[in-house]
């Protein structure tokens, strides 16, 4: 693998890694940062896993970091009944709160998928202090321009869950396929960040659980998006969004900030649908900002 541009900094963390029985479903979660720091939950996005948000992870020393592989996805089992869709993942997110045993304030952070995820559990009655959600998905994946693309890549996954098992898994895995989508994302011009950007899509873009999970997982991201909850969601709410998002426009971001209670949109220049990757220091400022000093102490001391 292609040593991290983030790894010094990230080596300065404590990580503890963990594996629990939620609701049937056996998770795995790791824990970075001291015990008694103010915690912040993270949920990463589709086909992804804990590593992702690790960049973001590596920003945020002075915080009590809870971040789970989800259900189907890296070294979690998939959901033992049931389709890997919205309400089984929202059910799970709470139950998972409450098996790690976080009883006290929380910060919860969404990544992509993870921005659906969250939403939807906070909208359904989840309570965070605060909420944050990074290249949100603010519209409907299957209208706009973008429509087509999405529809084709629906049928991409239908294909190969249909196919037997072993052509199934090398479409889904294939690595041109995977190369073409981490090359169309990344919008640095740093030819080394590039390069360990594609490393990280190969190595841990395949790692889900089944075909049939991947296409439910993929299905749920695509019929779903923020703004059918934004309304209901009433906590102080960040929104963190980037200027050339290929999977959810920024005059779509404006318009889905407008529809929360209580929220404020940060906009990250010359960057797309990877902030965790390309620009994680930008979001951590813009998240201890949102957070404050202030917030930081009184949980601190909670």
Known sequence: MIPSPYAEQLARIPVREHRLDVDGTATSWWEYGPADAPVLVLVHGFRGDHHGLEPVVA???????????????????????????????????????????????????????????????????????????????????????????????????????ALPERPGFALLRNGAIVRVMSITMAKTKSKPLRRWIHDQHDTYFSAFGTRDSVLEGFTTSVSHDVSEVARDIRVPTLLVAAERDDV??????????????????EVIPD?????????????????????GSDHLDSEARA
């Open 59 to 161: 920003q945020l020393p002075g915080f009590r970091i809870i971040s789970p592989d989800l259900p189907g996805f890296g070294a979690s089992d998939t959901f033992a009944a049931g389709p890997h869709d919205l309400d089984a993942y929202t059910a799970w997110l709470g139950a998972f709160i409450r098996a790690v045993g976080i009883d006290g304030p929380y910060t919860l952070l969404g990544h992509s998928f993870g921005s659906i995820v969250t939403s939807a559990a906070v909208a359904r009655g989840l309570a965070p202090e605060r909420l944050i959600l990074v290249n949100p998905i603010g519209a409907p994946a299957l209208e706009g321009p973008r429509g087509i693309m999405t529809k084709l890549a629906v049928l991409y996954y239908r294909a190969a869950a």
């Open 248 to 265: 959810t426009p920024l005059a779509a971001q404006r318009r889905l900030v407008t529809l929360f209670p209580d929220a404020r949109l």
């Open 271 to 291: 960057v797309g649908h990877l902030i965790h990757y390309e620009t994680p220091q930008a979001a951590a400022a813009m998240i201890l900002d949102f957070l």
